[in-house]
């Protein structure tokens, strides 16, 4: 079978296609047919050789990208009745360390994926699992989302974002966020009661938030804590930036939030559930073969991607 690996950390022309043997499922385990991989930020990161999986790598190894998969079941190994084979399946890869879904079969256990939603083509079920989990986590178990609050999306037309404001407004809060103002009418189209121009400074003044999302980081987290209500918190998700944040908050006395996503069946069975229903839209914005992986990583490099990208064997 042929996958993309990297042996050396550096920019999008260390992804290099293979061609590999055929991996066999183990206990507990199924394999499947690789219908589309999601693409991620945490993708470009740990190639360039940043944060806690790059760390993990060291120095010698055979790295095949990739944390979101959907495709079908095509191998089962001892103990699983479910899914069965044939079963259309999506979920995350092997999270965090050893990832594998950019590759044209892929073994990960059973019990991380689910049924995929109907409504959405297989290959374009691979962009849920990582930003709807994060969304959801970071919104509702971590930020503790209530009805009536005020959200602010710190990058709500990206891929986690874009789920974000959805999930919030299902939520029945009211939702601002941010995007160039080509993405205005994105943003309303995703629910947004108030899509917020990053490049005016004044939209600083549309505040106050009772939570910030976060998925910025950096000098713009730290910015935005000055945006919370009295009692409100901020939710952080990018981890580089994580501790400043926090310490910032401290100084500052605001509650700072920082998250990692968890791979959780039951959280994505809900995500695809809304899909169904008609209530979580998932934007795709482009989709490459999966030995243009180096292109894709270019174009989720530029920050300026809509919704998600996916790579189709």
Same mark, same amino acid.
């Given at each position: ?29 199924? !394999? ?14 740990? !190639? ?26 095509? @191998?089962?190994? @001892? ?38 939603? @109907? ?28 009805? /009536? ?8 037309? /990206?891929?986690? /974002? ?21 993405? !205005? ?35 713009? =987290? ?19 930036? @994580? ?9 500052? =006395? ?43 990583? !270019?174009?989720?490099?530029? =920050? ?10």
């Amino acid at each position: 079978m042929q996958c993309i690996r990297y042996s050396r950390f550096g920019g999008p022309e260390v992804l290099e296609l293979h061609e590999v043997e055929l991996p066999e499922p183990g206990p507990g385990q199924v !394999r499947l047919r690789v219908a589309g991989a999601g693409v991620n930020p945490i993708d470009y990161k740990t !190639r360039a050789g940043l944060g806690f999986a790059a760390q993990a790598l060291g120095t010698q190894f055979q790295f095949t990208p990739g944390y979101d998969v959907a495709g079908m079941v095509d @191998a089962t190994g @001892a103990g699983v009745t479910e899914p069965a084979l044939g079963d259309a399946v999506f979920g995350m890869v092997n999270f965090p360390l050893l990832a594998g879904a950019y590759a044209e079969f892929v073994v990960l256990a059973a019990a991380d994926v689910v049924p995929a939603p @109907a409504r959405l083509p297989l290959a374009h079920a691979a962009g849920l699992p990582l930003a709807g989990l994060t969304a959801w986590q970071a919104l509702f178990d971590v930020g503790q989302l209530q009805a /009536g609050e005020r959200v602010l999306v710190l990058a709500g037309a /990206g891929g986690v /974002g874009h789920l974000a404001t959805q999930l919030a407004c299902w939520k029945g809060a009211t939702v601002s966020a941010t995007a160039s103002v080509a993405n !205005r009418e994105f943003l309303l189209q995703c629910g947004v009661d108030q899509p917020l121009d990053y490049s005016e400074p004044s939209w600083q003044q549309a505040g106050p938030w009772d939570l910030i999302l976060d998925l910025m980081g950096g000098s713009v =987290g730290v910015m935005a804590l000055s945006l919370l209500a009295p009692g409100g918190r901020l939710v952080t998700v990018p981890t580089n930036t @994580a501790a400043q944040l926090q310490q910032a908050g401290a100084e500052q =006395g605001c509650t700072v939030l920082p998250m990692r996503v968890n791979p959780d069946a039951g959280q994505l069975r809900q995500l695809a559930m809304l899909v169904d229903a008609g209530i979580l839209k998932l934007h795709v914005s482009a989709t490459f073969p999966l030995r243009d992986a180096a292109a894709a990583h !270019r174009q989720i490099e530029t =920050g300026r991607t809509r919704g998600k990208i996916i790579l189709v064997p």
